[in-house]
């Protein structure tokens, strides 16, 4: 799609802006990893915004690869708690995911698997969210903005795979439910 589309996505590149917005307003946390998935999530705006409007092939990598990042951190962040069993395995697994996901989406003919990658490696953060919400007695809370990253998600993945008049704005609800619904958990944790 991106040697096809001509034109710049006006509305997606701008809506970008809202996910570097989102952390500056909330505020930076003190953990490391969460600071990271800050710092990455207010680039990652940027990054968007770049990606959507010129439709260049180093935009989407800089937007990607930002995403995968702050995903890979914030499950670094969910690992640090004393709550997972089995830590060293995980941690071992996400970095190695991590690494062999960046490998692949940096290859035009995988290109189209990232949406799929990229779902996969958000639920596991997902999981991992539920699981120590669980156990911190924020289940309903946590469960209550995971329900806004989820319908997020669901928007951007409509609007990438069946695409019409009604939601090609689906990009943009991702663009602003998405991190609002897992910032809003940073701060819980």
């Known amino acids: 799609r991106l040697q096809n589309n001509s034109s710049p996505e006006i509305l997606n590149a701008y809506s970008s802006f ?37 439709l260049s092939w180093l935009g989407k990598h800089l937007d990607e690869v930002s995403m995968i990042l702050a995903n890979y951190n914030g499950i670094c962040a969910l690992l640090s708690t004393n709550v997972i069993n089995n830590k060293e395995t995980y941690s071992i697994f996400n970095l190695l995911f991590a690494c062999l996901f960046i490998s692949f989406n940096t290859l035009p003919n995988y290109d189209f698997l990232f949406p799929y990658i990229f779902g996969l490696y958000s639920g596991a953060t997902i999981y991992l969210v539920r699981e120590i919400a669980l156990l911190h007695n924020v289940k309903k809370t946590v469960d209550l903005y995971l329900s806004y990253s989820i319908f997020g998600m669901l928007a951007w993945v409509i609007s990438e795979y069946y695409c019409n008049e009604v939601t090609k704005y689906g990009h943009l609800l991702w663009h602003l439910f998405f991190p609002f619904g897992f910032y809003k958990i940073i701060k819980i944790y």
């Not at 307003?25 to 710092?39: D, E």
């Open 18 to 54: 809202i996910i570097s917005i989102i952390p500056i307003i909330q505020g930076i946390p003190n953990n490391k990893y969460l600071k990271n998935v800050s710092y990455l999530l207010i680039f990652n705006g940027f990054f968007s915004f770049y990606y959507h409007y010129n």
